[in-house]
């Protein structure tokens, strides 16, 4: 059974860089053709995506934060990292790991959904 | 302020049918983009409940239904039960910022 589980620092300093890993159970990142998100709740608030990747490495990422946004794959751990650059209180939130399924409609639309998701890590940025 | 407009919360009693509105615009539902919705209890992560609009994933009850119109969607549930406590979110594409939006979500309460 595919299971996400996300790890990472609980606590990051303003200004620092916040990196997180998503560890994939029950399924090999490398021998499927699955894409990989992340996506984040502030406290009380909503959900926010992140950005997603493809197991072979093409990114889309939420244009607000995609300057600061890097994610990676990595097949030999079976792992897809987020890098979060020059963080603020504002990036308090409980980050979580997700599986999306992309597909175009009739229209050639491309679609996102994500139908399996981590448990989610909370990240305080506090100095 | 989400790009997906959705009332804060929506109530009813037990057996008693909800409807929740995700309102959107012409760069995202009313541009043909899918709508999806996400279900969440308190202190857990979101499920998804419904996917492209109208289908239901494998274990989720029929009481659940998606609908899409125009620039809208709704997610009606009926048979209400205490279980259904929760928020839901709806989750589309906007092409006008060429990501995946969110809207604010919905807390269901039953009476």
């Known amino acids: 059974q595919l299971q996400l589980q996300e790890s990472g620092p609980g606590l990051a300093k303003p200004s620092e860089t916040l990196s997180l890993t998503c560890t994939v159970s029950g399924a090999s990142i490398s021998g499927s053709s699955y894409y990989w998100g992340w996506i984040r709740q502030s406290p009380g608030k909503g959900l926010e995506w992140i950005g997603s990747?493809?197991?072979?490495?093409?990114?889309y990422y939420n244009p607000s934060l995609k300057s600061r946004v890097t994610l990676s794959v990595h097949m030999s751990k079976n792992e897809i990292s987020l890098s979060l650059s020059s963080v603020t209180a504002a990036d308090t939130a409980v980050y979580f790991c997700a599986r999306p399924t992309f597909y175009y409609d009739s229209s050639d639309n491309y679609n996102w959904y994500f139908d399996l998701w981590g448990r989610g890590t909370l990240v305080t940025v506090s100095s | 302020q989400s790009v997906l407009t959705q009332p804060p919360s929506v109530s009813g009693a037990p057996g008693q049918r909800v409807t929740i509105s995700c309102t959107g615009g012409?760069?995202?539902?009313?541009?043909?983009?899918?709508v999806h919705w996400y279900r969440q209890l308190p202190g857990t992560a979101p499920t998804l409940l419904i996917f492209?609009?109208?289908k239901r994933p494998s274990g989720v009850p029929d009481r659940f239904s998606g609908s899409k119109s125009g620039t809208s969607a709704s997610l009606g549930i009926t048979g209400l039960q205490a279980e259904d406590e929760a928020y839901y979110y709806c989750?589309?594409?906007?092409?006008?910022?060429?990501?995946?939006?969110f809207g604010g979500g919905t807390k269901v309460t039953v009476l």
């Open positions: 492209t609009n109208n």
């Open positions: 989750q589309s594409y906007d092409n006008s910022l060429s990501g995946v939006v």
């Open positions: 012409s760069s995202n539902i009313g541009a043909g983009y899918d």
């Open positions: 990747i493809y197991y072979g490495g093409s990114t």
